[in-house]
């Protein structure tokens, strides 16, 4: 799958997106987030506040106990700012 | 009848009195046209008076952001009996006194026009997948979002 990030998020990975082939106890998002955090310290800053990062799949926003399987692109992003 | 909904995200800078115009050209049913147009100033959102910015950066999520904006769009049109809606959104380096966003509501009378223009508004602040980067002389930094704005998109929330 193809992993987004965006704003701070993608600031601290250092990334705007990479592919990602998560293993299969990698369910939801909160999941995804927390195996996330363990692939370096940069990830781990991106993601040291989960319940603050907002995901979405294939471009519709989702709540984080959100299962993963099918989902072509996943983003991360912080509360939205725009307007 | 299909109501006319236009949606861009842009770059450039955009014409409020132009987008008013084409959304009631040739029209003889429209009563009521809102605009809300959102403009960048110079003080930081959360600073001290004086605190000045010399920019925001808009980051946003390109694919996304149109979909989720028509969303809503399709959303204010299945709840007011609009004749026509207008969304621009910027993207980019924008400076103090510049456009931001630009939401446009037509309808045969005002309550419906005056709604669905802050139930857009509202909805793009938390919904749409926009984040603004504040540039100032003692740096940068990413602008924090606000409950307040969490709590208006939410008095719209159907129960």
């Given at each position: 799958?193809?992993?987004?990030?965006?704003?701070?998020?993608?600031?601290?990975?250092?990334?705007?997106?990479?592919?990602?082939d998560p293993?299969?106890?990698?369910?939801?998002?909160?999941?995804?987030?927390a195996?996330l955090?363990?692939?370096?310290?940069?990830?781990?800053?991106?993601?040291?506040?989960?319940?603050v990062?907002?995901?979405?799949?294939?471009?519709?926003h989702?709540?984080?106990d959100?299962?993963?399987a099918?989902?072509?692109?996943?983003?991360?992003?912080?509360?939205?700012?725009?307007? | 009848?299909?109501?006319?909904?236009?949606?861009?995200?842009?770059e450039?800078?955009?014409?409020?009195?132009?987008?008013?115009?084409?959304?009631?050209?040739d029209?003889?049913?429209?009563?009521?046209?809102?605009?809300?147009?959102?403009?960048?100033?110079?003080?930081k959102?959360?600073?001290e008076?004086?605190?000045?910015?010399?920019a925001?950066?808009?980051?946003?999520y390109?694919?996304?952001?149109?979909?989720?904006?028509?969303?809503?769009?399709?959303?204010?049109?299945?709840?007011?009996?609009?004749?026509?809606?207008?969304?621009?959104?910027?993207?980019?380096?924008?400076?103090?006194?510049?456009?931001?966003?630009?939401?446009?509501?037509?309808?045969?009378?005002?309550?419906?026009?005056?709604?669905?223009?802050?139930?857009?508004?509202?909805?793009?602040?938390?919904?749409?997948?926009f984040?603004?980067?504040?540039?100032?002389?003692?740096g940068s930094?990413?602008?924090?979002?606000?409950?307040?704005?969490?709590?208006?998109?939410?008095?719209w929330?159907?129960?």
């Amino acid at each position: 799958m193809k992993v987004l990030y965006f704003a701070w998020v993608r600031e601290r990975v250092g990334k705007a997106e990479e592919a990602l082939d998560p293993p299969p106890a990698v369910a939801t998002v909160a999941d995804l987030i927390a195996w996330l955090s363990q692939r370096g310290d940069e990830y781990a800053h991106a993601f040291e506040k989960p319940k603050v990062i907002r995901a979405a799949i294939d471009r519709i926003h989702v709540k984080q106990d959100t299962a993963i399987a099918g989902a072509r692109e996943i983003a991360f992003f912080p509360p939205m700012t725009g307007g | 009848m299909t109501v006319p909904v236009t949606i861009r995200l842009q770059e450039e800078d955009f014409d409020v009195a132009r987008e008013i115009a084409a959304l009631s050209r040739d029209r003889t049913d429209i009563g009521a046209v809102v605009s809300f147009s959102g403009i960048c100033r110079s003080d930081k959102a959360d600073g001290e008076v004086g605190d000045a910015i010399a920019a925001l950066v808009l980051e946003h999520y390109p694919g996304m952001a149109e979909e989720e904006i028509a969303r809503h769009a399709e959303e204010a049109v299945a709840r007011w009996p609009l004749t026509g809606l207008t969304v621009i959104h910027r993207f980019g380096r924008i400076v103090p006194g510049d456009n931001i966003v630009l939401v446009v509501t037509a309808s045969a009378h005002r309550e419906a026009a005056f709604h669905a223009a802050e139930f857009l508004m509202d909805y793009l602040k938390t919904r749409a997948p926009f984040w603004k980067r504040e540039e100032g002389s003692a740096g940068s930094g990413w602008v924090d979002a606000h409950d307040r704005d969490d709590a208006a998109a939410a008095r719209w929330a159907k129960s």
